[in-house]
């Protein structure tokens, strides 16, 4: 069995003549005021033994653009507006009911560069919303239980005795169980929740000297897997009890571009 996963990326115009053939950019092409979005689709199965192809992405572009893509253009032009996380169910049913149905698993509808909502063919109550953040702080790696050559040599640079900083990036993914009665919360609670309770008490700080959490002696190495897992404890619970059937699913942590971290796994 292998995983595959298209974006398709594409803008709802004022004017709905515009198509545009550069599919990398976005096909219907920007024109105008219009909005720019990307769809992941994620299909699940075994490669035909002589295409070697699971499916021909050609056909996947054509599902999202002649059914979800008009489904997204209507609700933008409702007013008011159809929340995105209610508009999902209907694009997982399309993307479920199409020519992908034997192999179509998940969708993934990135609304701007940082915020996404994602829905799972196994999982049609449930909407995931993730969310980014940006984290300024420094930290160092040092481990009492290890000599000072010892720590040199396990954590090279990140050992020095001044610390060293990171431009951190933080995700959290809600996990919202979708009813007739209730919706998912508005992005904005998020990210007051997210500001109080990780941004503030964590960005432009030195973990181990300004936070009990990663305190030197008394609380645990802020290691980018560390990092993650305190941030999720400290959220999970908060989180629960202000937003109605909402819990977090998960908190991931970059370190650097390169290097990151998700809690729980």
Known sequence: MVRLSRT???SINPDARSQGCNGFGGA???????????LDVTCIGSPNPETGYLIDIRQIDR???SSVIPL??????????TP???????????????????IFAAARWKLTPYHSIEMERA?????????????AASHRLHSPALSDEENRATFGRCNNPNGHGHNYQVEVAVACTLTDTSAPPPLWRIEELVEQVIIRPFDHKHLNLDTPEFAEGSGVMPSVENIARVFFERLS?????????AVLASVTVWETDR??????A
């Open 63 to 65: 599902v999202v653009r």
């Open 72 to 81: 997204i253009a209507e609700a933008c032009s409702l007013a008011p507006q």
């Open 8 to 10: 398709v990326r594409f």
């Open 84 to 102: 995105a996380a209610l508009l999902m169910p209907s694009i997982l049913n399309v993307l479920t009911e199409s020519a992908l149905r034997p």
């Open 28 to 38: 219907p092409a920007m024109d105008g005021l219009g909005r720019y979005y990307e």
């Open 123 to 135: 999982r049609p109550n449930q909407v995931v919303l993730r969310q980014r953040f940006d984290l």
């Open 259 to 264: 290097t990151w971290s998700t809690f729980p």
């Open 237 to 245: 619970a908060p989180l629960a009890d202000a937003l109605d059937g």
